[in-house]
């Protein structure tokens, strides 16, 4: 069974300031992990993702996560958020099975 | 490519009604899904489906019914709405699972059951 805990339920910040948002999850075999992306009133876009290869993936829109199999984590980053980055992210991790195991999702709110 | 699309994106039901809701997705995908939002609990998996023809359940199943009767669409039923149903329920596709499991979403359905 695999499950995936995101430790900060909302996350306030200020335009152009850094973010970043902890994801950590359990599984006993290798596992897939994902962020999503929901703004407000819309269904949910996959962010980035990470499969296999280099650890640290990119989204064309800023946003970087980096897997650390040693601290079963995938943390969220980015250096400089805009206003139109304000939204709820969710971490997510497949294994080998159909299913796709979501956090409770972290709100972030960008502040002028 | 429409992606994903659902149907219909809002409705207010009473409760002890029925209702069914559409998912079509024009991506060739096998597997789809189907979750239910609600604050604070991320998305929770209430049934899918790895082909036509099948379906199982997730982890929240009651009070659900679902058919896949052809690859492209997926239909949720609610057989006598509750209360506890009002929530924002999304479909998702993907083409596989493990490493092809990048679910694909619609844009979501708001329930309000009164």
């Known amino acids: 069974a695999q499950s995936v805990t995101q430790l900060d339920s909302q996350v306030p910040v200020f335009e152009e300031a850094p973010v970043e948002l902890r994801c950590n999850y359990s599984?006993?075999?290798?596992?897939?992990l994902f962020w999503y992306v929901q703004y407000p009133n819309q269904g949910l876009q996959l962010l980035l993702k990470?499969?296999?290869?280099?650890?640290l993936v990119e989204s064309i829109n800023g946003f970087e996560a980096e897997f650390n199999k040693s601290q079963t984590s995938f943390h969220l980053r980015k250096p400089s958020v805009h206003i139109s980055d304000t939204a709820e992210y969710f971490c997510?991790?497949?294994?080998?099975?159909?299913?796709?195991?979501f956090g409770a999702g972290t709100t972030v709110t960008v502040r002028a | 490519n429409a992606g994903v699309t659902q149907t219909p994106k809002f409705r207010v039901l009473k409760t002890g009604q029925s209702m069914t809701l559409l998912c079509a997705q024009d991506?060739?995908?096998?597997?789809m899904y189907w979750y239910r939002q609600d604050p604070g609990m991320g998305l929770r998996l209430i049934h899918y489906?790895?082909?036509?023809?099948?379906?199982a359940k997730g982890e929240v199943p009651d009070g659900y019914n679902v058919s896949r009767l052809k690859k492209q669409n997926f239909l949720l039923g609610l057989e006598s709405a509750a209360p506890s149903q009002t929530s924002v329920y999304f479909c998702?596709?993907?083409?596989?699972?493990?490493?092809?499991?990048?679910?694909?979403f619609g844009p979501g359905t708001r329930l309000t059951v009164l």
């Open positions: 998702a596709s993907s083409y596989g699972r493990g490493y092809y499991n990048e679910q694909f």
């Open positions: 599984s006993s075999v290798s596992v897939y």
């Open positions: 990470y499969l296999s290869g280099s650890t």
């Open positions: 997510a991790v497949s294994s080998n099975d159909y299913k796709l195991s």
């Open positions: 991506m060739n995908h096998e597997y």
């Open positions: 489906s790895v082909g036509e023809g099948t379906t």
